[in-house]
């Protein structure tokens, strides 16, 4: 593959966003930003985080916090079933190192692109979720879909705070 042909290729990457389901609604993520998929597994509870935050797990060796979706969301916690999954995204502190953290959806719906042309800003009204948390909207099957903003989702020191 020369040059260009690789060029071509990420940027054909840049347009993959990993869609899934979290309260019976369809999100998406950049592909890019996600590392691996996993099967939900235990989880230790961490004492005086946020109600989001449910604890962390073991996943291939590297112990993950892991953050409950619809509980960051303020719409309720997830009901783990069998298609309950922690999607284990890159986070990028602001010393540009990068940390993994793990968020439990409801259901993986698939990996699909999302044309540049379909996104849009996200409006400033009719959305279940803060606006602080969606990035943009991307029309995916002639609806619209938030594509999430990870690093405000996955804020390191929100995330940290201690709950008393």
């Known amino acids: ?24 609604d369809i999100y998406a993520i950049r592909a890019l930003s996600t590392s691996e998929i996993v099967e939900y597994s235990t989880i230790t509870k961490v004492p005086l985080m946020p109600s989001f935050v449910k604890g962390v797990t073991n996943i291939r060796g590297n112990i993950v916090p ?38 439990i959806i409801d259901e993986v719906y698939e990996v699909d692109d999302i044309d540049s042309d379909f996104i849009q800003e996200t409006p400033g009204f009719g959305t279940k979720v803060d606006k602080k948390f969606i990035s943009r909207m991307g029309k995916y099957q002639g609806d619209y879909i938030a594509i999430l903003d990870t690093q405000a989702i996955l804020n390191i020191q929100e995330l940290s705070r201690v709950v008393k």
């Open 1 to 24: 593959m020369n040059h260009e042909d690789a060029q071509e290729a990420e940027l054909e990457q840049d347009d993959q966003y990993l869609l899934f389901y979290v309260g019976g």
């Open 66 to 103: 892991v953050i409950d979706m619809l509980d960051r969301f303020n719409l309720g916690k997830t009901e783990v079933n069998n298609k309950t999954s922690i999607i284990v995204v890159n986070y990028k502190k602001n010393d540009e190192t990068t940390t993994q953290l793990g968020i």
